[in-house]
Nanobody, 129 residues
Framework: QVQLVESGGGLVQAGGSLRLSCAAS????????VGWFRQAPGKEREFVAA????????YYVDSVKGRFTISRDNAKNTLYLQMSSLKPEDTAVYYC??????????????????????WGPGAQVTVSS
């Protein structure tokens, strides 16, 4: 079992930056693909970013490309999401997740929430205009 806990959320003005962290315990994250998802009020959970086990391959939803960066420190068993140039439409609860696979052959597989077995409780990010 892997337990995940997000931190670093909060309130920020449009154009600002935040870094989310996701600390893992129970087992090492180093062999798992990982991802970030978000859910805005009244909307379905959506994929934001993902990384294979080593961080050598990363994937992003189009709306955050060039603004968000996913990274991982396997030595610290921690996953990060650096968010810059934030917009009000980025307001959501952000969830980190870990897959049971180390990588997937197709990028689309990283975007599917059913491929992730472990989830954190979420962190609120609010971007004011």
């Amino acid at each position: 079992q892997v337990q995940l806990v997000e931190s670093g959320g909060g309130l920020v003005q449009a154009g600002g930056s935040l870094r989310l962290s996701c600390a893992a315990s129970g087992r090492t994250l180093s062999t798992y693909a990982v991802g970030w998802f978000r859910q805005a009020p009244g909307k379905e959970r959506e994929f934001v970013a993902a990384s294979n086990w080593s961080g050598s391959s990363t994937y992003y939803v189009d709306s955050v490309k060039g603004r968000f960066t996913i990274s991982r420190d396997n030595a610290k068993n921690t996953l990060y999401l650096q968010m810059s140039s934030l917009k009000p439409e980025d307001t959501a609860v952000y969830y980190c997740a870990a897959s049971l696979a180390s990588s997937y052959s197709g990028s689309n597989q990283y975007t599917q929430s059913y491929n992730y077995a472990y989830w954190g409780p979420g962190a609120q990010v609010t971007v004011s205009s």
